[in-house]
């Protein structure tokens, strides 16, 4: 009988995820390699071998096995099992030493995976056969059929329609599946979710500046490679894993709570019968999340995320108790039409670099960026950078901030320096009360420049535009 490690990870995400800006395509491959781990669990209980789920999560799934077959015949098969089951995503699998299940052994299996992953394309080579034509979709692959899309036949390619099946097919029970984990199946999701951008943040002129405008907010756990590091055994990481993976439905749960208790703030759109929740969740598992939300509510959740993560920073399940459980943050606000690719390529550049300047001091912090222009998607510097009680802090300054103060002088007060800068500076502190310059001091010598980035983004308002 043989022992050892099996990890299986799906690679090179942007080819098979994030290659569209279609929405269900997005959500369909997403979901896919989200679900991939019942693939590798059903191929290996069909050659009748033993194994235990250690982490099952985003795209990757590692499994303690048992079997009469020698690791590389299960590696092999494995492979194969995956490569049918989804042709189009690239998948590592490789298994680790002998008999052994510690941090030794998985950081040797997780290494093969990275070593093989640099061996492989970036895109599965596609069947060249095809109608002649290039899938309208992804804009790379051969085109195979016809499909209806927002009211026209559209050229897809095999790889857009197996993903846009499954992520039409699978949306509702996606929500559904993370209710029930956490026991909260009794939240009634009395609504369908929005289908595309525009469904998120179109129809919605009664938001002034805000109208057609997203909000995505990526979130990363700070340090949580060391802490599964710090797990001793295959039964401690998985306690881990689980316990990550219910931490983040509850906060989803909550979410959908607040969601389907809606009195005409936003968050649902469409009439009573045909009700339309403006949330989409474009990556989930592991440590990070990413959803899409409307640019007036991005704000909310963000902030609501980290109130519930701070309520409980030390679970029992946490490996490393002499660290809090902590998050480091992306909030971009773009257009509907603004690439998503680009989008959360920023965000998640956007929050490495801010992980990698706070590498001695993990905190709930987080970094924005306001998307003006498609093409300008450069990484904002230190200075937008926010602890996460930021968040409080704007939300209860904000309207004092827009009562007290006129946009001539919050613009004007950004293009001065020296002593007319503090001149102006002192000027407009004398015509604000003690509490909103309180709250202005409180996000620090950037605190004009957030007020300006912001103004239209923190507590909007709304009314007819």
């Known amino acids: 009988m043989h022992t050892f490690l099996l990890r299986a990870e799906g690679v090179n995400l942007d080819s098979f995820i994030y290659d569209t800006q279609d929405l269900s395509t997005i959500r369909g491959g997403g979901l896919l390699l989200l679900n991939a781990a019942d693939t590798v669990r059903d191929a290996l209980r069909k050659r009748g071998t033993t194994s235990t789920p250690v982490v099952e999560g985003a795209s990757i799934g590692l499994y303690f096995v048992e079997s009469e077959d020698s690791p590389e015949q299960v590696r092999s098969w494995m492979n194969d099992a995956l490569v049918t089951r989804l042709p189009h995503a690239t998948f590592v699998v490789d298994v680790g030493p002998p008999g052994e299940d510690g ?3 998985r950081a040797t299996v997780e290494w093969r995976n990275r070593e093989q992953q640099m061996q492989a394309p970036s895109v599965v080579y596609p069947a060249l056969e095809g109608k002649g034509a290039v899938c309208e979709v992804d804009l790379v692959r051969p085109a195979v059929e016809k499909a209806r899309m927002k009211g026209r036949e559209t050229w897809i390619s095999d790889a857009t329609k197996q993903r846009r099946e499954a992520g039409n097919r699978a949306k509702q029970n996606f929500y ?5 984990r956490v026991g909260r199946a009794d939240i009634p999701l009395e609504f369908r979710f929005a289908q595309d951008f525009e469904e998120i943040g179109g129809n919605s002129a009664e938001w002034g500046n805000l109208q057609d405008k997203l909000a995505l907010i990526y979130l990363d756990g700070n340090r949580f490679g060391e802490r599964a590091a710090a797990c001793k055994g295959r039964h401690d990481l998985r306690d881990f894993s689980d316990g990550v993976r219910r931490k983040h439905s509850d906060i989803l749960a909550g979410l959908l709570d607040r969601i ?13 019968y045909n009700k339309i929740a403006r949330l989409e969740t474009l990556l989930w598992g592991g440590d990070e999340i990413i959803w899409v939300v409307p640019a007036w509510k991005g704000w909310e959740t963000l902030r609501s995320f980290y109130v519930q993560c701070e309520a409980e920073a030390n679970p029992a399940w946490n490996p490393l108790p002499d660290q809090p459980l902590t998050y480091t943050a992306a909030l971009v606000f773009c257009h509907t039409r603004t690439p998503i690719h680009a ?8 929050a490495d670099n801010l992980k990698e300047r706070y590498k001695d001091k993990p905190e709930n912090r987080f970094l924005y960026k306001v998307l003006e222009s498609f093409d300008y998607v450069e990484t904002p510097g230190a200075e937008m950078a926010l602890p996460a009680d930021a968040l409080n802090t704007m939300e209860a300054g904000m309207p004092l ?27 407009m502190r004398k015509g604000m009360t003690p509490e909103a310059v309180g709250l202005l001091d409180k996000l620090g010598p950037e605190g004009w420049r957030h007020i300006v980035e912001l103004r239209d983004y923190v507590m909007p308002e709304r009314g007819e535009a």
């Open 343 to 350: 989008v959360v390529k920023l965000a998640h550049n956007m």
């Open 401 to 427: 901030w827009r009562e007290q103060v006129s946009n001539k002088r919050l613009h004007r007060i950004q293009k001065l320096n020296g002593a007319e800068r503090q001149k102006l500076d002192g000027e």
């Open 176 to 180: 559904k599946q993370e209710l029930e």
């Open 103 to 105: 941090p030794e052994a």
């Open 260 to 272: 389907g208790r809606d009195e005409d703030q936003g968050w649902l759109s469409g009439a009573d």
